[in-house]
C-alpha cells in the first residue's frame, strides 16, 4: 500500500544553530541569526528545518548535553526569539522540528543533581546504578565501552555506585523503564509542540534501552573495554516506549513529523522504527549509507576518523536494500553529511578548484532525485568544504583525543595525524556558515566559536548571484524534486559500471533517468532501450555532458537529469 503522508514532501534543511549566522557579535550564531536567513532559506526552496538543539546547556557536547528542556540557553537568545522563529518561519510555509535528546541529560540538570545525593532520593531511579565489581567494588560494573571513549562507567563519590552514560561521562543516561521519567519526556515534547514547533528529530532513541543486568561484551580481554552495541542499541523495548511516546503526542498533534536517528539501523529495523503499528518515527537516519574500504584503513588505530574511499558497489547495494525497504513509505531519508561527519564535497567529492563545483553538484542529483526527504546541511548548497585545520590543538571532538594519541604510539608523524582528522572530524562540518567574502565570512563581527574558512567564491552572495552556481542548481533540483514523479515515482537502479550511478524514476509512462559520474574521467553512458529513438527534455545538467544519439558522454563529475517526453 503506497501511504502518501503528507511529509513525503519535505525537503529538509539542517541548520547548525551555533554556526548558522551570530547577530549579537560574540562569535555564536543565534535564533535571531536564524530568522534573518529565513528569505534565503525559502528562496532556495526547503520547507521544513531541523535545528541542532537550542535548550540550555553547558555545551559539552555542543548542546546535546540539555540541562533544562523548557529554556533557550543564552548563548542562542531567548524563548521570545524562538516564538518569533517560529511564527517566522510558518509565515513563510517552513516548518521547524527540534533536536530532542531523550537518551540522556547533562550532569547539570536539577535531576541528575538531585540523583547524585544518595540511593534514597527520589531522583535516583531517573538514571543508569550499578554496583562496582571486586573488592570495595573497585572495579568498573561490565566491559562496556562509551561511544566517546573510556567506561561507560563513571563512579559517584556519595555512594559509590557507578552511573551509565553512552556518550561524555557529563551526559547520564535516563533510565526509560522508569515509567515517571518516561512521563517527564513526553510532557517536555508537548510544552514544545505548544509552542507550535513541527515536530523531532529524536536524539540516539535506538539506545533508550539497556540489556538487563548488564552482561559483559565476550571475546574481550580481561581489563579492556569495548563497543556493545548488541547490548545497548536496539533493544526490544525502544519501539515500545518509543511508540508510547509518540502516540500520546500523536493524540493532540497528528500530523508531527518524527525523524529517529539510528545511527546502525539496517533497512528492516528502520522499517520497524518508521512503523506506526510497531515504533514511533515517521522516518529515521542510517549512518550506514557510506561503505567505505575499511581494508584499506590501518586497523591499529580507529578508521572512523582515518578517510577512506566509498566503496561503488556497497554503496549501490545499500541503497538500493533502503530505496527498496522504504519503496511503500516514501522512500527513506536522504543526506550526504551532518554535523556529525565530514563535508560530502571534500569526502565524497572534490574539493579542489578545479572540480569542486562540479563534484557538488554531481553528488546532489545522485542523492536528492532519488525517492525519500532530503536533509541538507547548511552550507551544502553553496558547496562548503571542510573547515581547515592547522594544528592538532584545533581539534575538539572527544574522540581526537585518543586517535591523537593511539597514532603517535605507532609511529604516525603529527602532520600525517592531522592530515587523517582534518578529513574525517566532525567538527570539520561545524564551521561558520560563509555568507560573504568579509572577514569571518559575514557570520560575525569576530572570531566565530569554531572556526570559519574564508572564501571569495563559495559564499552566498557570490553564489546567489551567478546563474551557473552550486546554490541556483541545488534550487532547481529542489524544484525537480517537488514535483510528482520525483517525490512518489518508483525508483530503480540501472545497472552500470562502477564509474557511474544511474537510476530511473518512474509513475506509469512518465520516466525520468538522473545518470552521474562519480570519477574524473570521461565516462559515456548508452541509454536504454526504452529511451532509444524517443525524444527527452533535458532537466538539469552540471558542465561538460554531450548528448549524441542514444549516448551520452559526462566529463569529469558529470551529472545530467532527462524526461522523457510522452
Ligand atoms: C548524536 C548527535 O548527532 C551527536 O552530535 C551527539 O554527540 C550524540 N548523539 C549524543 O547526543
Ligand atoms: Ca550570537
Redesign the pocket.
Known amino acids: 500500500m503506497i501511504n502518501n503522508n503528507w511529509w513525503h514532501e519535505i525537503v529538509l534543511y539542517q541548520v547548525y544553530p551555533k554556526s548558522f549566522q551570530d547577530t549579537n557579535h560574540d562569535g555564536i550564531g543565534d535564533i535571531r541569526g536564524i530568522i534573518k536567513r529565513l528569505d534565503y532559506l525559502k528562496d532556495l526552496g526547503v520547507n521544513m528545518l531541523w535545528l541542532n538543539p537550542i535548550f540550555e546547556s553547558p555545551q559539552v557536547?555542543?548542546g546535546?548535553d540539555v540541562s533544562n528542556y523548557h529554556t533557550i540557553d543564552p548563548n542562542f537568545g531567548t524563548m521570545e526569539d524562538v516564538e518569533e522563529l517560529i511564527k517566522e518561519a510558518h509565515k513563510r510555509d517552513i516548518k521547524i522540528i527540534f533536536d530532542f535528546?531523550a537518551?540522556?541529560t547533562s550532569n547539570q540538570h536539577p535531576w541528575f543533581k538531585e540523583a547524585l545525593k544518595g540511593k534514597d532520593n527520589p531522583y535516583r531511579d531517573y538514571y543508569l546504578w550499578a554496583d562496582g565489581k571486586g573488592e570495595n567494588g573497585n572495579d568498573l560494573p561490565n566491559n562496556w565501552q562509551s561511544f566517546f571513549g573510556g567506561s561507560v562507567w563513571e563512579r559517584e563519590s556519595v555512594n559509590g555506585q557507578y552511573y551509565f552514560h553512552l556518550?561524555a561521562k557529563e551526559?547520564p543516561d535516563l533510565n526509560w523503564e522508569n515509567p515517571i521519567v518516561r512521563e517527564e519526556i513526553t510532557n517536555i515534547a508537548l510544552f514544545w509542540l505548544e509552542k507550535g514547533i513541527d515536530g523531532f528529530r529524536v536524539?540516539?532513541f535506538i539506545h533508550i534501552g539497556k540489556e538487563p543486568g548488564y552482561p559483559d561484551v565476550s571475546g574481550v580481554l580481561e581489563g579492556d573495554i569495548a563497543i556493545a552495541e548488541e547490548f545497548y542499541a536496539h533493544q526490544p523495548n525502544v519501539n515500545p516506549y518509543m511508540k508510547e511516546w509518540a502516540d500520546t503526542l500523536r493524540k493532540d498533534y497528528p500530523d508531527i513529523f518524527i525523524v529517529g536517528?539510528a545511527?546502525s539501523s539496517s533497512p528492516e529495523l528502520g522499517v520497524e522504527y518508521s512503523d506506526p503499528e510497531k515504533g514511533g518515527c515517521n522516518s529515521v537516519i542510517t549512518f550506514r549509507y557510506f561503505t567505505e574500504d575499511w581494508d584499506a584503513k590501518d586497523s591499529r588505530i580507529p578508521g572512523n576518523l582515518q578517510p577512506g574511499q566509498l566503496k561503488i558497489v556497497d554503496f549501490k547495494q545499500v541503497m538500493s536494500e533502503w530505496q527498496e525497504s522504504f519503496a511503500d513509505m516514501g522512500g527513506p531519508t536522504l543526506y550526504w553529511n551532518?554535523?556529525?561527519m565530514a563535508r560530502v564535497v571534500s569526502r565524497f567529492g572534490n574539493d579542489s578548484e578545479e572540480y569542486r563545483e562540479q563534484s557538488a553538484k554531481m553528488l546532489a542529483a545522485l542523492m536528492y532525485l532519488q525517492k525519500g526527504i532530503p536533509i541538507i546541511m547548511n552550507g551544502e548548497e553553496i558547496a562548503m568544504k571542510n573547515l581547515e585545520f592547522h594544528s592538532l590543538d584545533d581539534f575538539v571532538a572527544p574522540e581526537t583525543k585518543e586517535f591523537i594519541q593511539k597514532s603517535r604510539v605507532v609511529g604516525y608523524k603529527d602532520e600525517e595525524i592531522l592530515a587523517n582528522l582534518a578529513a574525517t572530524v566532525?567538527d570539520a562540518s561545524r564551521g561558520a556558515m560563509q555568507w560573504d567574502d568579509t572577514e569571518y565570512a559575514g557570520f560575525s563581527t569576530i572570531t566565530p566559536w569554531g572556526g570559519v574558512n574564508q572564501e571569495s567564491k563559495y559564499n552566498v552572495l557570490e553564489q546567489i548571484s551567478r546563474e551557473d552556481s552550486v546554490f541556483n542548481f541545488y534550487k532547481q533540483l529542489i524544484k525537480i524534486k517537488k514535483s510528482t514523479l520525483f517525490k512518489d515515482g518508483l525508483w530503480k537502479l540501472v545497472p552500470t559500471s562502477d564509474s557511474l550511478y544511474v537510476y530511473k524514476r518512474q509513475m506509469e509512462e512518465n520516466t525520468a533517468l538522473v545518470i552521474c559520474n562519480l570519477t574524473e574521467k570521461e565516462q559515456e553512458f548508452v541509454l536504454p532501450q526504452e529511451f532509444v529513438r524517443k525524444s527527452y527534455n533535458i532537466l538539469l545538467e552540471n558542465e561538460h555532458i554531450r548528448h549524441y544519439d542514444n549516448v551520452i558522454t559526462l566529463g569529469a563529475y558529470g551529472a545530467t537529469i532527462i524526461h522523457q517526453v510522452l
Open positions: 557536547d555542543n546535546y535528546v537518551n540522556h556518550f551526559m536524539d540516539a536517528e545511527a551532518n554535523h556529525d566532525k
